[in-house]
């Protein structure tokens, strides 16, 4: 099985700095791109940055240039800079994997169980 264990979420004052972390652990032979959701309440879950095995980036347009995804492949793990934080980034925050746990088997989209972010005064 594979399991994906986000970390590093909590409170923040508006105008405040984050770093959220994922990483992959269990039976994987490969992992093809990673990234970063939020969800708020009430809301659908949204995109906010992937980043694929050889660095390409991907931000959601609210979060651009204020949020750094990157990624260590030897860790199998991503992170997730968060700095300028808004009260609109409050949410819960899941990492997204898409794994291959065999060389002849196809991708399989992973989720962890989510962090959550609050960002308020």
């Known amino acids: 099985q594979v399991e994906l264990v986000e970390s590093g979420g909590g409170l923040v004052q508006p105008g405040g700095s984050l770093r959220l972390s994922c990483a992959a652990s269990?039976?994987?032979?490969?992992?093809?791109?990673m990234g970063w959701y939020r969800q708020a309440p009430g809301k659908e879950r949204e995109l906010v940055a992937t980043?694929?095995?050889?660095?390409?980036?991907n931000y959601a347009d609210s979060v651009k240039g204020r949020f750094t995804i990157s990624r260590e492949n030897a860790k199998n793990t991503i992170y997730l800079q968060m700095s300028i934080l808004k009260p609109e980034d409050t949410a819960v925050y899941y990492c997204?994997?898409?794994?291959?746990?065999?060389?002849?088997?196809?991708?399989?989209?992973?989720w962890g169980q989510g962090t959550q972010v609050t960002v308020s005064s």
């Open positions: 997204n994997a898409d794994i291959r746990i065999r060389w002849d088997t196809g991708l399989i989209p992973n």
């Open positions: 269990g039976r994987i032979f490969s992992i093809n791109a």
């Open positions: 980043i694929t095995s050889t660095g390409s980036t």
